[in-house]
């Protein structure tokens, strides 16, 4: 993958996977390799699920457990050094929830997102505004402080950069109910320019929007998601709450999300209808 994409959420993942496939290769379980070098089984268990980081020495110790050559070792050890690296999203972690800095890291080295979007405009999508309409509308809910208000908008808007805006960005398809188009955020100015903004973006080579109309039939009922797939790694699917956060990595359910998305895309407008439908929606909010 090319450098600028990669990510050491990613890296710690592909590195507890690399290290769960050699042991597997030994046919040991992770309570005999833990038995083996003096550890507790869950301490395997969560170097390879990426939930502890493992130290240097740790990668060695079972490395030799192993018994892996010279060169897979160094390929471990890059992973190591890759992985224990800042990701830009860390310099908001004090204002985001934990799974959501999660999903920035997969995000950063994903080559292709799909986003079902029912109730708003997605935040890649969103002008600075608008991002903070939709955050200050959950504000007195999820106890969002002035100052984490403002970070989240300045997460938000970076981000928009490092993935879109990008070199070599990751295709981008959103499937948005026209329902998003018309709920209000902020004053009609802000829906106004929201609504441009979001036909601008439609334009990029790498993004496509589709709206599904009202009067269309809906095809699955499900909240939002987003739906990232990698180069060399397996799909994972990110679902939000209102509190709360998940994945989706089970690849039956995954397939299942993909299907989902194939067809909600299949009922929407194409984009060409879809941008219409945006025009109409801009020039309703000038009303």
């Keep these: 993958m090319p450098s600028q994409q990669g990510s050491p959420t990613v890296r710690r993942l592909r590195l507890g996977q690399e290290l769960r496939l050699l042991r597997e290769r030994r046919a040991l379980t992770g309570a005999k390799a833990a038995r083996e070098l003096g550890w507790s089984a869950s301490k395997v268990s969560r170097i390879e699920a990426a939930k502890t980081m493992p130290s240097s020495d740790d990668v060695k110790a079972l490395a030799s457990l192993y018994r892996v050559d010279v060169e897979k070792l160094e390929e471990l050890f890059g992973l190591l050094r890759d992985a224990e690296q800042r990701g830009w999203w860390e310099d908001y972690e004090d204002a985001l929830p934990e799974e959501y800095t999660r999903f920035l890291g997969l995000e950063a080295e994903a080559i292709h997102q799909r986003n079902w979007e029912p109730q708003a405009v997605p935040g890649l999508l969103q002008t600075e505004d608008y991002a903070r309409e939709v955050i200050l509308a959950t504000r007195g809910i999820a106890r969002i402080t002035h100052s984490g208000v403002r970070s989240r908008v300045e997460a938000r808007l970076d981000r928009q950069q490092r993935v879109l805006h990008r070199p070599n960005p990751c295709k981008m398809s959103v499937v948005l109910d026209e329902a998003a188009l018309m709920r209000r955020f902020g004053e009609p100015s802000v829906m ?28 699955v009922n499900t909240g939002a998601f987003i739906h990232l797939k990698f180069s060399a790694f397996d799909d994972v699917v990110y679902l939000e709450q209102l509190y709360t956060a998940h994945f989706v990595e089970d690849l039956e359910r995954v397939a299942g999300y993909e299907s989902a998305f194939d067809h909600m895309q299949s009922e929407a407008l194409d984009e060409a209808e879809s941008r219409v439908l945006i025009q109409r929606k801009a020039m309703q909010w000038r009303s």
């Design 192 to 219: 106004r320019a929201q609504m441009e903004h979001l036909l601008e973006i439609s334009l990029l080579a790498h993004v496509s929007v589709h709206v599904l109309p009202l009067e269309s039939l809906h095809p």
